[in-house]
């Protein structure tokens, strides 16, 4: 009897374990580079490479997508891209670049929109510009990578944060300083004294525009009336309200993220 208790118990926690392992590896991060423009014929495997070394250390999905046939802003087509990719909201980032606009732009959502800010898109793309217009395209994209990396390496300035070191996700904690706390009860507490203080003068009559009481048993009057509201019809009215189906994929739903971008 105890040999089976101590074999159910062993079967019990290795398939406990087991559930344990598939679920820490559910997370994964993908790297693609999307070349329809042809424009990294000879680089695009080495790139891919860094990009999916680059993905999983900032445990978000790196995508590079050229285009020479691309009508929608650049802006547009690259948060489509990237939700179509991932979904809309979860850590990914994204480089497009447009040859049919001439123009190049970088998306980025989930974990990822904390570290490339405004300001640290525009720092990228002051070095990526350059290298686009003097057609050196696979130089664009490594810059790209390492401007990921720094800025994920710098980290989020001003807020105090915790990093899943499995999924990457940003959990924000919130603090108060000792002065404004402070400051605030103070006003607090002055306020509700003066709002208190003005009605006990009111009411004691010390106030100059409350010298005289008013006599509510001589003055005051009662008058109750009865009234009764019948309802005679009712009227419903209904109209639908139809779709909008024009999300050019769904890739403007659901989520916020950070983006710029430059022509060159």
């Known amino acids: 009897m105890r040999k089976k208790i101590i074999a159910l118990l062993l079967l019990f926690i290795g398939f406990f374990t087991f559930n344990l392992s598939v679920s820490a590896d559910s997370t994964t991060f993908h790297a693609q580079i999307d070349d329809q423009a042809q424009l990294l014929t000879t680089q695009a495997a080495s790139l891919e490479k860094e990009a999916t070394i680059l993905a999983n250390s900032i445990k978000a999905s790196v995508y590079v997508v050229t285009t020479d046939t691309n009508t929608e802003k650049p802006s547009l087509f690259s948060r489509n891209y990237l939700a ?36 640290r898109i525009n720092t990228a793309l002051d070095d990526i510009q350059p290298e686009l217009t003097a057609q050196n395209y696979d130089l664009a994209v490594s810059i790209f990578f390492d401007k990921t ?116």
């Open 84 to 119: 179509e990719k991932i979904g809309a909201g979860n850590n990914g980032i994204v480089m497009l670049i447009d040859m049919n606009q001439r123009e190049t732009y970088l998306w980025a959502t989930g974990n990822m929109q904390y570290y490339m800010t405004s300001s």
């Open 149 to 264: 990396k720094a800025a994920v390496d710098a980290g989020i300035s001003g807020r105090k944060y915790s990093v899943n070191p499995e999924t990457g996700d940003i959990t924000f904690y919130h603090s108060f300083q000792m002065l404004n706390v402070l400051v605030a009860l103070f006003v607090a507490l002055l306020l509700a004294g003066l709002f208190a203080w003005n009605i006990y003068r009111r009411y004691e009559m010390k106030d100059a525009n409350s010298s005289v009481r008013y006599n509510l048993s001589k003055y005051g009057r009662l008058k109750l009336t009865q009234q009764q509201d019948i309802l005679v019809n009712r009227f419903v009215t209904t109209r639908h309200i139809p779709r909008n189906n024009n999300s050019g994929g769904g890739g403007m739903s659901g989520g916020g993220g950070s983006g710029g971008g430059r022509s060159f």
